[in-house]
């Protein structure tokens, strides 16, 4: 049995990886400090697959209490969610996400390094491309100009990860540049649950939906897009689990540095996002149309060839599943896991 330590494994895409590692039999280990999460996602993942998880409250940040989970734990693998994720947020405090996504990942490199254990599997994204490269992204694009703190996080700690693995022959890194991740997992336990107000549009839809937000604002319909409004590449959350337990099999067995997207190839425009979730649910959203959001790209979109020839990973779930799963998670949990 293989150990996997899932770094900040209680949040949003680190608990529906957890449920598809437990019932592909790895054993997980989760450490976080539930800066943005709470232990009762652990909890439902331990009920969906009724296997237990050993879960550490841990600030990644401070390598001698990480050390600890090192020491008691046979490690096979880390995998790395553990970070700061707002946008917005992250152009007013820079230095807190600088802090934090960096520091997180310094301190896991730095205790693999002392207890021997040499693969790890990175939570990059789909941001590391910048404003210059054109669609559909592929992973030998050069990284990019980001237009935010976060997205230069996550452009430094690529770096890093291909650093420390050129100087250590025995260092296994897979860097995930994840798409949109949206949905839920089918059984409505575990689900995305942010805190205040969401930035990004999924959650911001289902919240409209089930009343706790007045009503969407669809950010631009001026773009050189078919139908005015952004195109994304969002991927179901259990699809793109799914293709962290591919990773894992693959970082297990190979050494060096390995990029892959984590998308479907195909974009769809903020409208379509809106009409598919009011048509599957047969509810409606209340929308405007406002100003272009700063910051916004009018397209961005994966090859995902590669996920598929050297993982075997490809999607399996359509838009209208990512709408149903959101809404029924939403639905059951009006609250996210504060019910
Ligand atoms: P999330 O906020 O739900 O999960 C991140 C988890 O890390 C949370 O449980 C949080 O409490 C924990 N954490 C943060 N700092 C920590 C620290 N110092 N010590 C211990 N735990 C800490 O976010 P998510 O959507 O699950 O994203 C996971 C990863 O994927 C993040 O690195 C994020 O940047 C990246 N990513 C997410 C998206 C997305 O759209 N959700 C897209 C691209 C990349
Ligand atoms: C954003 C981040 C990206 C990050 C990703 C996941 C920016 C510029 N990019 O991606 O770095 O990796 O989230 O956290 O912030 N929209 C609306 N109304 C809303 C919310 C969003 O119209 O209330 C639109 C946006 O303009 C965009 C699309 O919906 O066209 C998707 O937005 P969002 O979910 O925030 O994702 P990204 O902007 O693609």
């Known amino acids: 049995m293989k150990n996997i330590l899932l770094a900040g494994g209680a949040g949003y895409i680190g608990s529906h990886t957890a449920v598809e590692l437990l019932e592909s039999g790895y054993d997980v280990i989760i450490a976080d400090n539930y ?20 879960a550490y409250e841990v600030d990644i940040k401070d390598t001698a209490k990480l050390e600890k989970i090192f020491m008691e734990n046979d490690i096979d693998a ?7 994720k707002a946008v ?9 996400y600088y802090r934090n996504n960096i520091d997180t990942t310094l301190s896991l490199l730095e205790c693999m390094k002392k207890y021997n254990v040499n693969n790890i599997i990175f939570s990059s994204s789909a941001t590391v491309y910048g404003e210059e490269n054109p669609v559909p992204y592929t992973e030998e694009m050069n990284r990019g100009t980001c237009t935010n703190p976060y997205g230069w996080t996550k452009v ?6 291909e650093d420390a693995a050129k100087a250590d022959d025995k260092l296994s890194v897979v860097l995930l540049r994840y798409f949109n991740p949206i949905g839920a997992h089918e059984s409505g336990r ?12 999924m959650p911001y839809v289902s919240q409209v939906a ?11 319909n001026d773009y050189d897009t078919p139908d005015g409004t952004c195109r994304r590449d ?9 293709g962290h337990v591919k990773a894992i099999e693959y970082v297990l067995e190979n050494d060096g540095v390995e990029v892959f997207n984590l998308g479907t190839g195909t974009p769809y425009s903020v409208t379509e996002i809106v009409s598919t979730f009011e048509k ?3 509810i409606k959203v209340n929308h405007v149309y406002g100003a272009r959001r700063a910051g916004d790209l009018p397209e961005s979109y994966a090859n995902a060839d590669k996920a598929l020839s050297v993982l075997g990973w490809k999607t399996e779930k359509n838009l209208a599943d990512m709408c149903r799963d959101t809404w029924n998670w939403q639905k059951n949990n009006p609250n996210g896991y504060k019910n």
């Not at 880390?78 to 700061?84: D, E």
């Open 234 to 242: 969002y991927i179901h959350v259990v699809d793109l689990a799914k």
């Open 156 to 161: 430094m700690m690529e770096q890093i990860l």
């Open 210 to 220: 089930v009343g706790r937000r007045e009503q969407l604002t669809i950010f631009g």
């Open 280 to 282: 599957v649910n047969d």
């Open 88 to 96: 917005g947020e992250s152009t007013q405090k820079p230095i807190l």
């Open 78 to 84: 880390v995998i790395h969610f553990a970070g700061l």
């Open 190 to 201: 575990i689900g995305e649950d942010p805190q205040g107000i969401p930035n990004n549009l």
């Open 35 to 54: 800066s943005n999460s709470c232990p009762e996602a652990i909890k439902r993942v331990e009920e969906i697959t009724g296997k237990s998880v050993k």
